[in-house]
């Protein structure tokens, strides 16, 4: 029972886990601000930031701050974190997200889904147990593998809201940038307009000045 829940146990961490993992896309499909994990011919793997994809190379800053250019001979095969955009289809790095991404979530959910999965193992258990002959081996397995799952599965859930929400602040914030110039245009159009209002009238007080004038004289 025991080696059957520790099996159960890793097969869910592995499940849960591998929700973040990075994805294999062509070397072409790569694009700025994107997170890959780079394997050479050789078998050696290069991570980071793509600073630059060009259809000869790759340039990366890796974990250490280091650029790297990768040739696109020497490349076997690219993984990257499935990229984000923003609402003018520009890329958002996973090093933005991770500036604005807070742990309030993980937090939460770890906690509060913790206790919950905790309490409803412990309860589906003791059902369990009653009719078992080693009821608290039962007891204390179905606990602890439920529990166990349960948390590993609240947190990534945790996770993934934190994430959702670091990437809205920041398509938030850009295109908030993108408004700004337009109205500050918008204003300079304006006061443009009533400028030339304002030379148009005196044009034509003007106008009408003059024509008194010609009437004065005539008049004389």
Known sequence: MIQRIAILITIGVLIFSGCSKQVLVPYQDV???NWVTITLNSGDQVEGHV???????????NREGRNLAVEVSRIQQVKRIPPEYDDFGN????????EKQSNKNT???????GLLSFGTSF???????????DGGTVLAATT???GILGTILFIQAGKKQDRKEAVRKIRASRQSKQIRPRSQQKTADEKRKEESKKLEELRRQHEKLLRELEETKRKE
């Open 31 to 33: 694009e700025k601000n």
């Open 144 to 146: 602890g593998a439920g």
């Open 123 to 133: 309860f589906i258990g003791s059902m369990i147990s009653q009719n078992a002959e």
């Open 91 to 98: 890329a958002i790095s996973e090093r933005e997200i991770k």
């Open 107 to 113: 937090t939460i959910y770890g906690i509060g889904g």
């Open 51 to 61: 600073l630059r994809a060009e259809p000869h190379l790759i340039a990366i800053r």
